[in-house]
C-alpha cells in the first residue's frame, strides 16, 4: 500500500548507524539537569519493578509530556535518572510509534489506516483531516496502525479520544473543536456510546460524581491531558480490578481439604 512504500512500518530504519561516534555514556548526575517532577515520576516508575529498564517506556511517556517529543534533552535527562545511555533509550523511542522522534504539534489525531478502516473509507478521511489541518503547527495528524476500535471504523484517536464511525466531512468540525478548546466531536465519541453491560453507566455516573470521570469529561481539551503522548499512554481510565490469583495449595499445605 502507498504507506509503506519507504520499505518498512518502524521510522528510521534506514538510518544509517554511526559506527565512528564514542561509545554512550550514562550521563553525569552533577552536570544533568532535571526538572524536579520529572525526576520524581520517572523514580516512581522504577519502584514499580525489579529491573528499572522495564520502566524506560512510561519514563520516556513523561519526559514526552515535558518536552512535547523525546528530544535529545529528554533522552538525555531520562537516561540520567535511570542510569541507562541515551542510544539505549534512543532505541526504543524510535521503535515506537506513540513515542515522537521528532517536533510535533502538541494535539495528536491518528487516523486509523488499517484493513477494517481502510475498507470503510479511511484514505479519504486522513486526506480530509490532512487538509483541514494545513497550516495549524498544534494539530499532528498522522496514519495509525490498528487501535482496536474496527466496530467503529472508520475512526481516529484525537489526544486519546477515540471517535467514530467518522465520514470526510466530519474532518473541518474535528479541527474546529480542536482549536476551539472544546471536545471534539462529541456525540461520536466512544466513551459516549451505549454498553450491552447496565452497570457501566452506573459505574461511569459514579465515577463522574467522585471526579474520576475521565472519559466523560474527555476531549481535545482534557484537563486531565497535558500534552500529546499517544493515544494508549495517556488519557486511559483505570479499569477493575482483577480478581486475586491464588497458586494451587502445595501438598500438605491444603487447609485440610482432601485431595
Given at each position: ?161 477515540y471517535v467514530g464511525p467518522l ?67 495517556k488519557g486511559d481510565a483505570p ?21
Open positions: 500500500m502507498p504507506r509503506f512504500t519507504h520499505g518498512s512500518r518502524v521510522p528510521g530504519w534506514d538510518r544509517a548507524a554511526d559506527l565512528e561516534r564514542d561509545p554512550a555514556a550514562v550521563p553525569d548526575p552533577a552536570t544533568t539537569e532535571v526538572p524536579a517532577d520529572l525526576r520524581r515520576e520517572i523514580a516512581e516508575h522504577m519502584a514499580k519493578y525489579p529491573d528499572r529498564r522495564s520502566a524506560v517506556l512510561p519514563a520516556l511517556a513523561a519526559a514526552q509530556r515535558v518536552h512535547g517529543w523525546c528530544s535529545p534533552q529528554a533522552l538525555e535527562q531520562v537516561a540520567c535518572v535511570m542510569a541507562l545511555t541515551p542510544a539505549y533509550l534512543d532505541a526504543v523511542a524510535t521503535f515506537y510509534d506513540m513515542l515522537e522522534t521528532e517536533p510535533v504539534g502538541r494535539h495528536s489525531v491518528y487516523v486509523c489506516t488499517n484493513i477494517s478502516c481502510s475498507m470503510c473509507g479511511a484514505d479519504e478521511l486522513l486526506q480530509e483531516v490532512r487538509a483541514a489541518a494545513a497550516g495549524e503547527q498544534d494539530i499532528n495528524v498522522r496514519a495509525f496502525e490498528c487501535m482496536g476500535a474496527c466496530d467503529i471504523a472508520p475512526m481516529a484517536s484525537v489526544d486519546g479520544v465520514e470526510p466531512a466530519d474532518a473541518g468540525r474535528l479541527v474546529k473543536d480542536i482549536l476551539a478548546g472544546r471536545p471534539v466531536l462529541e456525540a461520536k465519541q466512544l466513551a459516549r456510546r451505549p454498553c450491552a453491560d447496565p452497570g457501566v453507566r452506573a459505574e461511569q455516573s459514579a465515577a463522574g460524581a467522585s471526579g474520576q470521570g475521565h472519559r466523560a469529561r474527555a476531549g481535545a481539551a482534557n484537563p486531565d491531558v497535558s500534552s500529546s503522548a499517544g493515544p494508549p499512554m479499569g477493575p480490578a482483577a480478581p486475586i490469583e491464588r497458586p494451587p495449595a502445595a501438598d500438605g499445605q491444603n487447609g485440610g481439604q482432601g485431595g
